[in-house]
């Protein structure tokens, strides 16, 4: 049966931390209630697990197995879609990963470009895809595009040439970048059951603008409730209501990014916004001052008026 339009990934996904115990050990028990957060406080149903902002190039293969399978066994019934990032540096992980994703009951998959070993080409990189979507060939698969991180600048709108023929599961992109000429790009010329996430959180609406499906990004873990209000304000034409909830997104992330906004302080600042502790984040990451950290939520409930 042919892939439907009607079927795409849509809305908007929560890019979840890796929650960890005081001695940085991976701490399963906060899983449960974290998606109870999720869903009941912030309105989000769908996660995507072991990406960046759950800081999964400091975790082990066995450790990703681990916290794969706990996602998707705690969010059978109460979300819509667990997407599993499986990119590693070494292929043969990733493989691993994407069959082990396959094996725990992921709605889909996703990877990265490699970071070392940097793929020069956008044939070498849709090589490197093929390679990890096929040890999942039943799971969605989504290319993560976040040149920032990866140092990897191939134009996505290469890499996707002809890409389907070769990856028959490709459904789209996590697009992590700041290029939305690419991003425009892709979207002019894909076809209807691809989705285009849009993951620079500060610049939604303009992704949003270009044609973008849906959203994944970190800051949804504590402002989804009000970034559906702009994505629904949006599609409903509203768009001064939508540019007024990106404006104040604007200026929560630029207060964050002058105390040094990075994985660390996002999520002390999640810690200090749920309340669900989901402790430090790993080496070489550090944890930033607890008290920039509530800065921080002290801005986003001046702004929000949401505490």
């Known amino acids: 049966m042919a892939p439907s339009a009607e079927n795409k990934l849509t809305g908007l996904i929560a890019a979840t931390f890796t929650p960890f115990t005081s001695q940085g050990e991976v701490n399963l028990e906060k899983i449960g209630p974290y998606i109870d957060y999720l869903t009941e406080k912030q309105g989000v149903n769908g996660i995507f697990v072991n990406g960046t902002t759950g800081e999964s190039m400091s975790l082990s293969v066995a450790e990703r197995k681990l916290l794969a399978e706990e996602w998707c066994q705690k969010a059978k019934g109460k979300l819509d879609q667990v997407i599993v990032h499986v990119g590693c540096l070494s292929l043969k992980e990733a493989k691993e990963l994407a069959a082990h994703a396959a094996e725990v009951g992921a709605d889909a998959i996703s990877a990265m470009a490699p970071f070392f070993f940097k793929p020069r080409t956008a044939a070498a990189l849709r090589s490197f895809l093929q390679e990890v979507a096929s040890a999942a060939p039943a799971l969605p698969f989504f290319y993560y595009h976040i040149p920032a991180v990866t140092g990897v600048n191939v134009s996505v709108r290469d890499v996707l040439e002809g890409i389907e023929e070769l990856i028959p599961s490709f459904r789209g992109v996590k697009f992590s970048g700041?290029?939305?000429?690419?991003?425009?790009?892709?979207?002019?010329?894909?076809?209807?059951?691809?989705?285009?996430?849009?993951?620079?959180?500060?610049?939604?609406?303009?992704?949003?603008?270009?044609?973008?499906?849906?959203?994944?990004?970190?800051?949804?873990?504590?402002?989804?409730?009000?970034?559906?209000?702009?994505?629904?304000?949006?599609?409903?034409?509203?768009?001064?209501?939508?540019?007024?909830?990106?404006?104040?997104?604007?200026?929560?992330?630029?207060?964050?990014?002058?105390?040094?906004?990075?994985?660390?302080?996002?999520?002390?600042?999640?810690?200090?916004?749920?309340?669900?502790?989901?402790?430090?984040?790993?080496?070489?990451?550090?944890?930033?001052?607890?008290?920039?950290?509530?800065?921080?939520?002290?801005?986003?409930?001046?702004?929000?008026?949401?505490?």
């Open 178 to 307: 700041l290029d939305l000429m690419d991003l425009g790009r892709c979207i002019s010329s894909s076809p209807p059951h691809w989705s285009f996430l849009y993951g620079v959180d500060e610049q939604l609406l303009a992704g949003l603008v270009v044609g973008a499906d849906g959203a994944v990004g970190s800051t949804y873990n504590y402002a989804g409730c009000h970034v559906n209000a702009l994505m629904s304000a949006f599609k409903e034409g509203h768009v001064d209501g939508a540019r007024e909830i990106q404006f104040k997104m604007q200026e929560l992330l630029s207060y964050a990014m002058k105390l040094g906004f990075d994985v660390g302080v996002n999520k002390q600042l999640m810690n200090e916004l749920s309340g669900l502790s989901l402790g430090p984040p790993r080496l070489p990451v550090t944890a930033c001052p607890s008290a920039d950290a509530q800065l921080i939520a002290k801005k986003y409930c001046q702004i929000f008026n949401d505490c």
